[in-house]
């Protein structure tokens, strides 16, 4: 019987691609990316605004994720305003929603909090306790039928524009939007 002979196995040795981080963070940004763009298309089918703020939408969606975990995204504080048919109506509109509570009151304005529950394993120690609420945005009804968003990153705005836009109407118009970035407050 002849006898069996071993292939011998090549060890292969794997040669590092010249952009591996460079590939590996774009394949990453590339789903939120393209969610960002789905999203751009989204806005620019339902928002009302003048075409001298064309600019201003548009940066709302030029967000850069290199170097952030995934699901993260830098923080900018962005400001809304827009002009509102009732405020009034707003105003019982936007109470009788589930996630908004009113935080302040006066003459001239009512100004509420948009919270969500904290996701789980969430850095803050306040999102352990027994129904403690995230807060991702305010809102303030102005009795001059203006409507002012604000929020700590454009996500969250693109996402309080769609809230109010789907409970008060397509008519409300943007005539404010502006992003500031916080390391740009501190230089």
């Known amino acids: 019987m002849p006898k069996s002979r071993k292939k011998k196995k090549r060890k292969r040795i794997k040669k590092p691609r010249a952009s591996s981080t460079r590939s590996v963070s774009r394949t990453r940004s590339d789903p939120v990316q393209r969610q960002i763009r789905r999203e751009k298309e989204r806005m620019l089918s339902v928002l009302n605004f003048d075409e001298h703020l064309r600019a201003q939408v548009e940066d709302m969606f030029q967000i850069d994720l290199e170097g952030l975990p995934p699901g993260k995204e830098p923080m900018f504080f962005s400001t809304a305003v827009f002009q509102i048919d ?28 948009w919270t969500r529950a904290y996701p789980k394993g969430h850095w803050n120690p306040l999102s352990s306790r027994l129904g403690a609420r995230q807060i991702i945005g305010h809102i303030q009804v102005n009795y ?44």
């Open 144 to 187: 001059d039928n203006t409507l002012e968003l604000e929020t700590s990153t454009k996500g969250w705005m693109t996402g309080l524009i769609h809230y109010m836009i789907s409970t008060l109407g397509r008519e409300i118009k943007l005539t404010s939007l502006e992003f500031k970035n916080p390391l740009d407050m501190i230089r």
């Open 86 to 113: 009732d405020a009034e109506r707003a105003m019982t509109e936007i109470g009788e929603l589930p996630d908004i509570d009113i935080a302040d009151e006066s003459d001239d304005r009512i100004r509420y909090v």
